[in-house]
């Protein structure tokens, strides 16, 4: 039985796609997790699940880079990847063949930022950004309360760093060896480490290094956007110690040269822990439905 007025979210990840079902009020009604494997059979799958319900709009959080600009001619598109089954590929244009109804399209983590800003850790503030470290480095930013974008969305992760005094460790992004990401992700700190980030302990020199680059991208973000709130999320920062050890290196690296709010109230965890980018989706597809 078909139920009706509902929206539709997917969160398309690079190992796992998630799709979800929420009613107007974003209650979620139902949910799926498929692994990411090339657009046919992973938006088959989601296809199939999507079959039970008479959607009426739908938000999409997906991995990037995606071509976002509206006069593009590959407005849409996935651009660069190392998933080779999907580079190149038109998500926004094969979901409206599949669906024709109004669709929203954006970056997995401007979604998630959006969604802990209506819905979670930043609640009734006007800017956020939400950063993920994990097996790459990426950041959503919010202004006004609308997701940011100019001509192309904003990618926090490569942003060229200052490097740590003693650091040698060369890099290990493949576009730009050694920006944030390249020095700072899951596998940079895996690599450095020669384990898993979770096995490393917590009085391990390299949380140090850790939490300066990302204390140092943190300075450079409130520097150039001044956001309200800063979420850190991801499975790095799953480790308990590394978050104040982030907070005393952004006093340091700061140096009380701008006010920033108090930063136990700046920086803090996603409320929204995994759900933040479904969450998100849902609130996209609102959107989306109210404005036709």
Not at 29 to 51: C, N, R, Y
Not at 202 to 221: G, H, M, N, R, S
Not at 223 to 250: F, N, R, W
């Amino acid at each position: 039985m078909l139920d009706t007025f509902m929206l539709g979210a997917i969160e398309a990840g690079g190992t796992k796609c998630i799709a979800a079902v929420a009613d107007q009020d974003l209650n979620l009604i139902d949910k799926i997790s498929v692994p990411t494997t090339d657009p046919s059979q992973t938006l088959g799958a989601i296809a199939d699940f999507f079959s039970s319900y008479s959607l009426a709009a739908m938000g999409v959080g997906c991995f990037g880079p995606i071509d976002l600009n509206l006069s593009s001619p590959t407005y849409g598109y996935i651009e660069s990847t190392p998933k080779l089954a999907w580079k190149g590929f038109n998500i926004l244009g094969a979901l409206q063949a599949q669906y024709r109804i109004p669709i929203a399209l954006n970056t997995d983590v401007n979604v998630a930022a959006l969604g802990e800003l209506k819905r979670g850790a930043a609640v009734g503030e006007q800017s956020c950004i939400y950063i993920t470290v994990g097996t790459g480095i990426g950041g959503g930013v919010v202004v006004d309360r609308q997701i940011f974008n100019g001509y192309h969305h904003p990618e926090l992760g490569h942003i060229a760093v200052k490097r740590f005094p003693s650091d040698t460790f060369a890099g290990i992004c493949p576009y730009h060896t050694d920006c944030l990401e390249g020095l700072a992700s899951g596998p940079a700190l895996a690599e450095r480490a020669h384990q898993p980030p979770n096995q490393i302990g917590k009085d391990d020199p390299l949380w140090e290094i850790e939490a300066y680059y990302l204390a140092q991208a943190i300075v450079t973000y409130s520097l150039i956007l001044s956001p309200a709130k800063i979420i850190l999320g991801g499975g790095v920062m799953q480790q308990e110690h590394i978050l104040e050890m982030v907070k005393t290196s952004v006093n340091q690296q700061l140096n009380h040269y701008i006010q920033i709010p108090d930063i136990d109230h700046y920086i803090v965890r996603p409320q929204l822990k995994n759900e933040a980018a479904i969450i998100g989706g849902f609130i996209l597809a609102k959107d989306a439905l109210r404005l036709g």
